[in-house]
């Protein structure tokens, strides 16, 4: 096969109507339906769900038909769901789409209601196939999270950590041999050398931090899980050093998988329901808790049989040590469990967590790939690996930019429309993008936007609001942090998710440059004069390069996470912001000139326009405006949340800021004064003021930019 597709769902949503909104983003093409669904009475059938699951496993075949039932009426009734009207159509159309270009479909799920998250989706039926989903197709359950987090692909030998835990007061499991079936599985990967299988000397939580401290890449537990409803959150059972049950609840065990080194890529947890949830937080089951820490987690939804997790476990490294993807391998191993007893419903209960796109877990060597033995079930074609692709969703900061002012009828007035008059009403200019708004940037003519996105950069007419053009970037899950145009305004420049620096002809999205960083790029700036654009990525570097070339011209390395830069107005200096809790200043030529200390990460920073001051802006919510030859600070204010971006206004006595606590805000360089504030629905991720600084436009996580009239005291 020749990679694969993906089909992403995205819910959102909920209520007391019970109405959500499911959004597609397809090879097909995307769109959008109001659904209704009723979460609380699909909720009420799970604790007969789990019995059916479990009983089929032993229960004679004409029996088990009727066992049957109850699951395929649950998973006919979330299809229709999500799969109504035209969303079928683009469903049908992409799997034609992808079978024609013989790639792999995968489903997306990015499940965003946590009444919807705790509903068994791996039930999915579709009744004019009559197939299962999740057995035709491997299907993810897709984080959302803003923090960068490493790519899930190792380099071989890949350590694999065993740990089996059994407290003498639960049950016996059949332990031995899914400890066995995994050196069996494993045992091609381990005879050459690329893969090293290793077992936790012990059963207690003390046994797993002594052995994390030498790290591993794979952590595979095997024991017992549970769902503390008191705690709201999911836990494994470890043995106590007497012996006895000894809780370790998900967010303990995530605490304790940080100080491996290297870190765990991937965590399967074989023990009953370590995939369970309540209806009121995302991120209550043990596997949800993880997965904010860890690219990648299998776990199982509901109780499981000794007999089904060996059997899975088997199946799923088998296909692991023939290169396979991580999803591709989940559903290798539910299909075994078809295989094993084809009127048994356990191949619902495993559950996979992704935080990235890029489900590989490391690339094997082309000539075993050739030679080694098949896995021995029938129609589960290769895939080969997709780019590395973090996290969706992070912050990246725009270069300062000029918008246009808002209109009546929704259209956008055009430059130098007269701010508006101290009292009046405030009313923004709504642009709906349909995507999370990452960046802007404004044409220096006003009369073009450009914004960042999920795989998106795009301009818009910012009279009518029309789209002009619209490029993809990288795959899904490759955001647009960043956008900046060219002082003459013939190029726009993209940094993203994708690990590149992307520079467009701004007339018609023609891509003209691509230069590559080592992970997620979050700024970018060109220089004063055009010749140059500088880059800050994940990788802890700024780069300058030859905005014409693309050849290098400058490499300056940061501790952590470099999250922002900006060039100052006479060329001369170059500022970053980085997750290290600093903001530098550097000569062109790599010079450092100052550093300015913060106690938490910082995430933008901004020079005024007379290049006298600096402003600073970060986790710990606060914009700190500096002086940027002594270092001396000058003024602090205060968001209630995390502030994404600032920028000072053209004449600079105005700053904008950004922030996760849902608004964006104009405030008074002098002394603190807030004077604007613009609320949005969701985090607020960037802000420019208009060439006459008399507009704000703020664009947000709700999928809107909104261009807001700014007070005539403040134009």
Known sequence: MRGAADFVLEVSGGGPGGRYTVAVSSPAGEGSLAVDLDPVAIGARLADLQRAVLASSVTPRAAALGLERPVREVGERLFRAVFDGHLRGLYLASRQHAGERDQALRVVLRIRAPELAALPWELLYDEESAEYLCLRRPLVRYVDLPEPLAPLRSEPPLKILGMTSLPRSRAPLGAESERAALSVALGPLTERGLADLDWVPGQTADDLSRRLLRGCHVLHFIGHGAYDPQRH???????????????????????????????????????????????????????????????????????????????????????????????????????????????????????????????????????????????????????????????????????????????????????????MAPGAAITSRVLDTRQWV?????????????????????????????????????????????????????????????????????????????????????????????????????????????????????????????????????????????????????????????????????KAVAFSPDGGRLATAGDDGCVRVWDAGSGHRLLLVRHGDAVKDVAFSPGGHWLATASADRTAGVWAVADGTRALRVQHHHTVFCVAFGPDGGWLASGSEDKTVKLTPVPGECG
């Open 233 to 419: 959150e999911g836990m494994i059972t470890l043995a106590g050093a007497d012996g006895r049950e000894h809780h370790l609840h998900a967010s303990a065990l995530a605490s304790l998988l940080s100080v491996a080194r290297p870190r765990p890529q991937l965590v399967v947890l074989n023990s009953c329901q370590s995939g369970m949830g309540n209806a009121e937080d995302l991120f209550s089951s043990t596997a949800a808790v993880l997965v904010r820490t860890v690219p990648a987690v299998v776990a199982m939804q509901f109780a499981v049989t000794d007999k089904a997790a060996t059997r899975f476990a088997a199946s799923f490294y088998q296909a692991l040590a023939q290169g396979r993807t991580v999803d591709e391998a989940v559903r290798v191993g539910r299909i075994a469990l078809v295989v094993d007893k084809d009127d048994s419903l356990e191949w619902a209960t495993p559950v996979l967590y992704l935080r990235g796109g890029d489900a590989r877990l490391f690339d094997m060597p082309a000539a075993w790939a050739q030679a080694g033995p098949a896995v021995p079930l029938p129609g589960t074609d290769p895939v080969p690996p997709k780019p590395p692709t973090p996290p969706a969703t992070a912050n990246g900061r725009p270069a300062a930019a000029a918008g246009p002012p808002a209109a009546p009828g929704g259209a956008l007035a055009p430059p130098g429309a007269p701010p």
């Open 438 to 602: 990452h960046a802007l940037a404004f044409h220096p003519d006003g009369r073009r936007l450009a914004t960042g996105s999920r795989n998106r950069v795009r301009v818009w007419d910012a009279l009518t609001g029309n789209r002009i053009w619209e490029q993809p970037v990288g795959g899904w899950l490759s955001s647009v942090f960043a956008a900046a145009f060219s002082p003459g305004g013939r190029r726009l420049v993209t940094g993203g998710a994708d690990n590149t620096v992307r520079i467009w002809a701004s007339s018609n999205g023609e891509e003209l440059l691509r230069l590559r960083h080592d992970h997620v790029v979050f700024g970018v700036a060109f220089s004063p004069d055009g010749f140059r654009v500088a880059s800050a990525s994940a990788d802890r570097t700024v780069r300058l390069w030859d905005s014409t070339s693309g050849d290098p011209m400058l490499r300056i390395t940061h501790d952590q996470v470099v999250t922002d830069v900006a060039f100052s107005p006479d060329g001369t200096r170059l500022a970053s912001a980085s997750a290290d809790r600093s903001v530098r200043l550097w000569s062109l030529g790599g010079d450092a000139l100052l550093r300015l200390r913060h106690d938490h990460a910082v």
